[in-house]
T-cell receptor, first 116, second 112 residues
Framework: GAVVSQHPSWVICKSGTSVKIECRSLDFQATTMFWYRQFPKQSLMLMATSNEGSKATYEQGVEKDKFLINHASLTLSTLTVTSAHPEDSSFYIC????????????FGPGTRLTVL | QKEVEQNSGPLSVPEGAIASLNCTYSDRVSQSFFWYRQYSGKSPELIMSIYSNGDKEDGRFTAQLNKASQYVSLLIRDSQPSDSATYLCAVNPQTGANNLFFGTGTRLTVIP
């Protein structure tokens, strides 16, 4: 149980284009989903918290107009990187909150974005 | 600012030894605590959760929590090379919410 999928697993795009990443909770409903970014050899950085049916809450320094988050259902959240640039190249990971025993978060497998 | 501190390592142990990973947190009212394992190039995987003071064992893993000292640890017995990874400590500050504060992780290398 508590499986989270992400699609695509990797994507290469040209500078200036937009990329959409999907995050799904497969066997549970997640009222809250989280989006993280991780650069090589660095720790996880929380970008935003997404609650179903409401606007996402972005962490300080994360541009909400550049990283569009939609959480339209209890099993799906999407992150769209708009007008991507090479510095947006990173490993993007979503997680879904579930109360199994202790308010755990379960992570998707991640999406590796490379912007040329 | 809620802080979670971990020794970044690297921590090297020989195969078969006990690996001990430590974590301290600053928010005294934190409720639940987690250990995630992250292999290089992969996303974090939840391996242990603990809520109450004391020890919690699951196979070769034991989580230890001391709320008075604001300290949580992970012991890995009979360490295997496949345990080589970065271990992230995470703290949930309140019940009813899923947000976690992560440490920067401890890199463990198990030497065959």
């Amino acid at each position: 149980g508590a499986v989270v999928s992400q699609h695509p697993s990797w994507v290469i795009c040209k500078s200036g284009t937009s990329v959409k990443i999907e995050c799904r909770s497969l066997d549970f409903q997640a009222t809250t989903m989280f989006w993280y970014r991780q650069f090589p050899k660095q720790s996880l950085m929380l970008m935003a918290t997404s609650n179903e049916g409401s606007k996402a809450t972005y962490e300080q320094g994360v541009e909400k107009d550049k990283f569009l988050i939609n959480h339209a259902s209890l099993t799906l959240s999407t992150l769209t990187v708009t007008s991507a640039h090479p510095e947006d190249s990173s490993f993007y990971i979503c997680s879904a909150g579930a109360y199994i025993s202790y308010n755990e978060q379960f992570f998707g497998p991640g999406t590796r974005l490379t912007v040329l | 600012q809620k802080e979670v501190e971990q020794n970044s390592g690297p921590l090297s142990v020989p195969e078969g030894a006990i690996a001990s990973l430590n974590c301290t947190y600053s928010d005294r009212v934190s409720q639940s605590f987690f250990w995630y394992r992250q292999y290089s190039g992969k996303s974090p995987e939840l391996i242990m959760s603990i809520y109450s003071n004391g020890d919690k064992e699951d196979g070769r893993f034991t989580a230890q929590l001391n709320k008075a000292s604001q300290y949580v640890s992970l012991l890995i017995r009979d360490s295997q090379p496949s345990d080589s990874a970065t271990y992230l400590c995470a703290v949930n500050p309140q019940t009813g919410a899923n947000n976690l504060f992560f440490g920067t992780g401890t890199r463990l290398t198990v030497i065959p």
